[in-house]
């Protein structure tokens, strides 16, 4: 594909007249330091892959032309060559902001960037090609290098008995484009993928966006509007868990800025929906209902109420770049005029008038009932889809082995761990070496899943390993545990992820 088959590069090493080249090895310490010392690479846990499987053996030169097809862009000084796609590909970062160019330049405004984002299929263009030829250029590199996985079914074959086939443009349609944009953010950990279901991305709907923060703007915009006609008085009356609930407020955006720095969407976006779970919290301990029954709470009803629209509003206000289309809905039900909704103002509290007035609305995130969705959702799919040819994939389970009783079990002792790096064992083309961070300090485990998985698969992921096994020694490497999979109809294993938010050491039970 693109040329760059393992083929043509054997064939123009051999005959380097017919291609040109960028000499590579003179860049290949720096680009090693880059990777492995500094804070370049986001994950980390990604350098020592590229370190081990492109610089240590030897970083190869690089042919930078093709004369195999015509369809890339001609070298300017032979025109029997075009450029290796990677080259002008990655070039367009700084000439579409005007290098070299006499008509217009950004450069200087814009470069370096912040941080690139890339899927990891293409990292080593990105960690180590085009560093290079910046570092050949004498240009400053960017800032980061931010490496994300992909959205996986966790191994298994789309069925719509499952309700694990994804179509983007029904989902759209169905739930909004906020609503999927949070999911896809939420579930998936920079560097590693994210098993995505229908199922999975309703149950995160409901969770946090109707349960949370939906239920968070219907219940003080309806209590605002019941209690006062809409319009708070200015009158105040400070209370028992005041200080809390601002407190976690204000502190919010410095937390959201420290996780985006480092590209960790889902934490910033934990951080954010752990202020509206506080918030929904001090509403049951304040209980708004019962101050509304007492004329003298007035005051006190009224900070309450506050406080909560102050807390949407800058909860919305840090959630508007992920949910674009909803956030300005939240803003108009709580009374937040254009000037209330900054950046800066995301790290004050006291920002909306004493005297706010809201306006209710439609429900922001109605909840889904899952049953009757999946089961709707697979219509819908079964309509679109061309029928299959067979009920089932003619995979015949493995006998069940015989009863054991509850001690049995318990001699089995599950954990989760995290997979904090993973090489291939030299001397094995089935085995994997993986260093798991298991609550405990660290431990080695070698898993027989090399025919299924690369190394870069797993880093970053959470697994369930059996902790308890007795060590052995595979192929010389010593061996600490276990990791569980499952079989799979083609006889291959998958892997079994556990949620990503578990902590590491977590017992299964």
Known sequence: ENGCCPECHREVTEAKEEAYFFKMSPFAERIEKLLTETDYLQPKTRATELVNNFIKPGLE??????????????VTFDDKHVVYVWIDALSNYISALGFWNEQYNDFDKFWPADVHMVAKDI????????????????????????????????G???SKSLGNVVDPFILGERYGADAIRYHILREMALGADSSFSNEIMINRINSDLANGLGNLVSRTVAMADKYFG??????????????????????LRAKVDE??????????????????????????????????????KKARLATVLYNLLETIRIVSTLLSNFMPTTMPKVWEQIGAAESDITYENAGKFGVLPADVTVHRGEIIFPRIDVNKEIEELNKIIGSNAEPEEKADDGFEPAPIADEITIDDFAKVDLRVALVKDCEKVKKSKKLLCLQLDDGFGGRQVVSGIAAWYKPEDLIGKKVV?????????????????MICAADTPDGAASVIFPDQDLPCGAKLR
Not at 61 to 74: A, E, M, Q, Y
């Open 123 to 154: 990292m080593r263009f990105h960690a180590i090609i085009w560093p290079a030829m910046l570092m050949a250029l004498d240009l400053p590199l960017p800032k980061h290098l931010a490496v994300h996985g992909w959205i996986t079914f966790n």
């Open 230 to 251: 809409g319009t708070l008085p200015a009158d105040r009356e400070a209370g028992d868990f005041d200080a809390e609930l601002i407190a976690e407020a204000e502190e």
């Open 156 to 158: 298994q074959k789309m």
């Open 61 to 74: 030169d690089l042919c930078v032309s093709r004369t195999t097809f015509k369809w890339g862009i001609p």
């Open 259 to 296: 996780f985006m720095d480092k590209t960790q969407i889902n934490n910033a976006l934990a951080e954010i929906f752990k202020v509206v779970s506080r918030a929904n919290k001090y509403i049951d301990e304040t209980a708004p209902w019962v101050l509304g029954k007492d004329e003298s």
């Open 465 to 481: 390993i059996v902790a308890n096994l007795k060590p052995v020694k595979l192929c010389g490497v010593e061996s600490n545990g």
